[in-house]
């Protein structure tokens, strides 16, 4: 039940603007659309109506619930008018200076009890807040982007929020039919702050070379189960928004994931954007289609096999030597130069400790391989292959080959730490540990946050818990040991689980 009955919106002239007017008269609230842009307004009016078009062909809403809508929500370029709302929504331009001008004159504008919710992506809800009198007023109210379609809503009180505000605002976000989450006024709050820097490590992937954009995307899409892999995502975006993002959370954390990596700078520079300027992450690899054939392989084992357990449909492909190919398992090596390749299994090791390393002059006939899993998950569909700098052609195709006329996904990377996977996911799942730690979220908030907003099949608490807090640590130590980054050491829940698990104390 919800005290409030008449919203404001400012900026719905803008994107994020449009939406959340449309979230508020869609769900019966009277709405100010304000913004200081007449056609901005005008072009938001007309993808209402679009939009609200569309919901009555696709059965959501009747016609005369959707033009009852639509006359609920009032275009308005004069600020008197938001006088007697019970709640502004404000998703003006992220900049705290003209944030702050526009809540000290509504203070003067607005009744007493009317609530101020800031839509703001980086700025502290507490120094927005200090732009009028009624601090205690103000509350964060995050939503997605487009607000008409993504549920989440992150909500978060500055210093001075009073609970009665907090409580109210929650209520209204509940009625309007959007789902809040309860954060701190930390910067990036949940969402952001986990995908800034995992965006960014994407990007620095892609700068050194280890895999194309297109096989991050696959690889995250199968072996992780998320609906979008982050190439795509950062296509949409655009690159522009992930450098803003990067240069105005990197200041305030220091974290130097979140700093803009120079990937960004020089693709912005040359207006290379993504979808908006027709041109981004992916498109430049070649496309391919996965092979339906491959090769014969035979088997050699020394333990057992991490990616295969023994009944795997897999193995029952393998063939009698000799065969083209040759398939390592649980740790067996061997170099034979007369196959066409050999190809050896891998644990949180790298190639190069089996074959060797040479000052970057490494590669021959061995890949190295490993099935994704998430620790004692169930294994994934996803093979990522490790190649070396100078491997050849023709085993790298074979390797592909084997795996995918089976009916796996593959991708191919550079002999890194982490491969592309745990690279990538392990800081997330890192910070995440580390954010529950500092009271930043719940577990479940956390998980809800990226299920209902990124569209993950879970998120990293119950991921990372699932496949094991020890295998985790594992995991990381090994990342660690190789790069030295901060953001692979074990957060402190990990160290705990390894050692309870280890016996240690
Ligand atoms: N774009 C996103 O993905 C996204 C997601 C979540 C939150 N946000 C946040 O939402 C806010 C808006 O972002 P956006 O992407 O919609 O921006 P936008 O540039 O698309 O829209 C901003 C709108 O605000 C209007 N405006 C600016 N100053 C104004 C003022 N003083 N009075 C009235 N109107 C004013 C502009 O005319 C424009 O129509 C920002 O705080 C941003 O951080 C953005």
Known sequence: MTVIKKV??????????????????????????????????????????????????????????????????????????????????????????????????????????????????TLSISEIAGGCERQDRVVGMHFCLPAQVMKLVEMSRGLMTSEQTFNTAWAWVEAAGQKPVQTQDKPGFILNALLVPFNNDVLRLIDEGVASAEDIDTAICSGLGYKMGPCTLLDLIGLDTQQRLGEAFYPITQDPRAAVPPIVRRMVAAGILGQKSGRGLLGAAASREPATDGPGFHVVRAGDSRSFSDGDAFLARAVDAPAGVTLCLGGAYAPDPSKTAVLVELGTECLGFHTDEDSGREGSNVLGFARYCNGSDAPSKLIEIVRQPNTDRPALEAARAVFEAAGFDTVVCADRPGRIIDRLVRPKYNDALRFLDEGLALAEDMDKTCCLGLGYPDGPIERVTRGGLDWHYEVCTAIFRMTGQAAYSPARRAVVAHDRAHNHS
Request: hydrophobic share 45%; proline share 1%; net charge negative.
């Open 8 to 121: 404001a919106v400012c900026g719905a002239g803008g994107t994020m603007g449009a939406g959340i007017a449309l979230v508020a008269a869609r769900a019966g609230f009277e709405t100010i659309c304000f913004d200081q842009s007449a056609d901005g307004l005008a072009r938001s009016r007309k993808a209402a109506q679009k939009f609200f078009d569309k919901s009555v062909q696709r059965g959501r809403m009747s016609a005369d619930d959707a033009a009852a809508a639509l006359a609920r929500m009032h275009d308005q370029t004069e600020l008197e008018s938001l006088a007697d709302c019970d709640l502004v929504i404000e998703a003006i331009f992220e900049d705290l200076g003209v944030k702050q001008q526009l809540l000290g004159t509504l203070d003067g504008l607005c009744k007493p009890e009317t609530i101020f919710a800031s839509n703001t992506s």
